[in-house]
């Protein structure tokens, strides 16, 4: 057996099924293994590498970054992360950042910024419950797994954090209940990635906001995989004019190095004081400045109309795959993140798609997830949609 394999198989702890090879290179949507295999990556690190592997643009920003000091301590200023700040903070409804190092982070910072949000400003100490919604993925630590809905995420670790109200996603009536006065925030995915690939519906994100502004609760939204340009506007949330008070980030802001970030409006801001929260690593001078240049890429207007001219493509060819294929029953989603609902178990068809040299994931039982990098081009779409037929024809 493969020596890497052996060593992980013995001391990695088993949290994750890993198929059979090693990767060791990559270049644009393409990756390596050990065994001379070349794979089509249509996952990006679960929509991390959103400029793809080795791109020349994150590779000279990784070069800057080392003549920063890669590590301050958040006790000092430092340059990258203020300008970066800037950056997220115009680029939205936000007036303010808090750096984080990953998405669960980002979430467990919004929810403490809720409640210290209804204890100082609202005066009010009963005002703790966090509401959340089928099919959400929010993360895996005791905030951010309590208000994740699968079930076998959360209940092992029970008890997780207490408060949280679970409504139905893209159901009014049931959102509209669950808010209550108690209610210190609301949060939800504009589109649901784990739990399915599902974007939300507009009026059901505009009632959201309309029940929150009643209630008194802080409305957040979870972009830590819909965010950064994956869904062809640099946030999902701004395809629906509606904007949340708090909004949580990750996955691709550093082009592949852990960062989190929790943007918010200065009414929320006002809540905290220097004390109330902290992070030993985050906002470090290295992963910022590589961050401001991978930022500045995907934020650019050019390169998202880039992104929608080839993710319209991509949808087109998809739905043309689903007209024929008798195993995918729908297909939906947005941009570069789409979810094709099959009638065999997703699984199947991941594990023929690496058959085939394509790496694809899955989204609960029965969604095949697909989340390319944001630079996959058209005919590599070509390639990607020509190996998921075969994949399809394999399992069916
Ligand atoms: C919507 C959403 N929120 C939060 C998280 C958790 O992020 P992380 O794994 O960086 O903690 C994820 C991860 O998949 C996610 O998709």
């Known amino acids: 057996m493969n020596e890497t394999i052996a060593l992980e198989n013995r001391y990695v702890l088993q949290t994750y099924n890993r198929p059979n090879f090693v990767v060791t290179g990559g270049e644009g949507v393409w990756l390596t293994t050990a065994d001379g295999g070349r794979y089509l990556d249509g996952g990006s690190g679960i929509a991390v590498n959103a400029l793809g592997h080795g ?21 000092y200023h430092n340059a990258p992360m203020a300008h970066l700040a800037r950056d997220l903070c115009e680029s939205c409804f936000a007036d303010r950042v808090f750096f984080a190092n990953s998405g669960s982070e980002a979430n467990e910072g919004a929810f403490k910024f809720a409640r ?41 670790f029970e008890p997780v954090m207490p408060g949280v109200t679970f409504a139905e996603f893209n159901n009014i009536e049931s959102a509209r209940a669950a808010i209550t006065d108690r209610t210190c925030a609301v949060i939800v995915e504009p589109v649901q990635g784990e739990g399915g690939v599902t974007p939300a519906a507009g009026e059901f994100l505009t009632a959201l906001r309309r029940r929150c502004d009643e209630t008194g609760a802080l409305l957040i939204f979870d972009e830590v995989q819909c965010g950064v340009g994956r869904t062809g506007s640099l946030w999902a949330h701004q395809q629906y004019g509606v904007e949340p008070d708090i909004m949580t980030a990750a996955k691709p802001l550093a082009g592949g190095l852990p960062m989190g970030a929790i943007l918010m409006t200065q009414a929320v801001a ?42 319209d493509y991509l949808a087109q060819k998809l739905n043309r795959l689903a007209e ?33 040299r394509l790496l694809i994931l899955s989204a609960g039982a029965n969604v095949v997830r697909l989340l390319p990098p944001l630079i996959i081009s058209e005919s590599e779409i070509d390639l990607l949609v020509e190996k998921l037929s075969l994949a399809l024809a394999d399992v069916g």
């Open 270 to 311: 006002d809540a905290i004081q220097p004390g109330d929260h902290g992070s030993t690593f985050a906002g470090g001078p290295f992963v910022s400045t590589v961050a401001r240049a991978v930022f500045g890429e995907l934020s650019r207007p050019e390169f998202l109309a880039d992104v929608r001219r080839r993710s």
């Open 324 to 356: 024929k294929s008798p195993l995918i029953a729908t297909v939906r989603g947005r941009g570069m993140m789409w979810g094709l609902v099959s009638t065999v178990p997703a699984a199947d068809v991941v594990s023929a798609a690496r058959n085939h």
């Open 116 to 156: 210290k949000y209804a204890r100082v400003i609202l005066n009010r100490t009963d005002k703790t419950g966090i509401v959340a919604f089928s099919g959400s993925f929010h993360g895996r630590s005791m905030g951010a797994v309590a208000a994740t809905a699968t079930e076998k995420y959360r209940a092992p």
């Open 55 to 75: 791109h020349p643009l994150v590779l000279d920003a990784l070069k800057k970054a080392m003549h920063a000091p890669i590590h301050l301590s958040n006790l």
